[in-house]
């Protein structure tokens, strides 16, 4: 009996010992991930700056393309998402509130979580899906198809190339997009409360801006920004790190929307509990 319990016990000792050889692999390579990504950032911001501080060195032709690409060719799914936002928000607030006889208090709610949070988040979520994978797949395809290679034999900088307008065309686009959502999402609430509640929209209207200050919409606008240089960096690192073959493409524009939406929430969290802190 203890002659055939022994090989049991060895087996379930190796296997353990293997789970834990696999986590500690897998947790060493996320390390080494995040310091790499850290690193590349740096390496995009300074290149960035240098651009900036020198406009005849910015490809316009590429920069305009991707500013299309990004932000006007998403504008109706955009639109449409934050729409519906702006209408779920304010049906789920009336239903509630409607118990106390603070129906008019809907107009607050759809205004301070649009402004305030949604509208840039949904906004910073579809972006990271549509062109943060974007930007993996094509420079991937160029990984695999040894044009970076190319770029890199000619003495040309492929972060300065390829990356740099794509970190600064969604860097301007973004904002403007939080700005068409947060319109969107304010009118899907208006709607939404003249069908559910006989809230005219000059009663919205006037509501809203009795109850919404201006902080309220900045502290969505601030976030935009460093949500965008984030999500396009990490794109365009993902798609530097395309090995030669088509797997490593799809794989890494999936790590590319997983790490891309993880960060947005993660910096909305920390905008978050920064403007509570300070009272904004």
């Known amino acids: ?91 789920q607030a009336a239903n509630q509130l409607q118990k106390f006889g603070a129906e008019l208090l809907t107009v607050d709610s759809v205004g301070v979580g649009v402004l305030r949070e949604l509208g840039v988040l949904i906004t910073a979520i579809i972006v ?12 991937g395809t160029m990984r695999v198809n040894q044009e970076v290679d190319a770029l890199q034999a000619l003495g040309l900088d492929p972060v300065e190339i390829l990356c740099a307008p794509r970190i600064v065309a969604l860097t301007i686009v973004l904002p403007l997009l939080v700005f068409f959502a947060d319109v969107m999402g304010l009118l899907g609430g208006a709607v939404a409360a003249m069908f559910a509640l006989d809230i005219t929209m000059t009663q919205f209207a006037k509501q809203l801006q009795a109850a919404v200050s201006i902080n309220h919409f900045w502290v969505g606008m601030v976030k935009a920004p460093v949500m965008a240089a984030v999500i396009a960096a990490i794109g365009c690192f993902q798609g530097l790190k395309v090995s030669s073959n088509a797997e490593s493409v799809g794989r890494r524009t999936t790590q590319s929307v997983v790490q891309a939406v993880f960060f947005v929430i993660v910096i909305d969290a920390v905008f978050s509990v920064f403007f509570l802190i300070i009272g904004v």
Do not use: C, H, K, M
């Open 1 to 91: 009996a203890v002659a055939s319990a022994a090989p049991d016990a060895v087996d379930r000792s190796s296997a353990i010992g293997r789970v834990l050889d696999g986590l500690g692999r897998s947790a060493l390579e996320e390390a080494r991930e995040a310091l790499e990504l850290l690193s590349f950032i740096g390496d995009a911001t300074l290149t960035v700056l240098a651009i900036l501080l020198r406009p005849w060195r910015i490809r316009w032709r590429a920069l305009v393309t991707q500013i299309e690409a990004t932000g006007l060719n998403a504008l109706p799914i955009v639109g449409l998402l934050n729409f519906l936002i702006g209408v779920v928000i304010a049906y």
């Open 128 to 139: 990271a899906g549509r062109s943060g994978s974007a930007f993996t797949a094509q420079i």
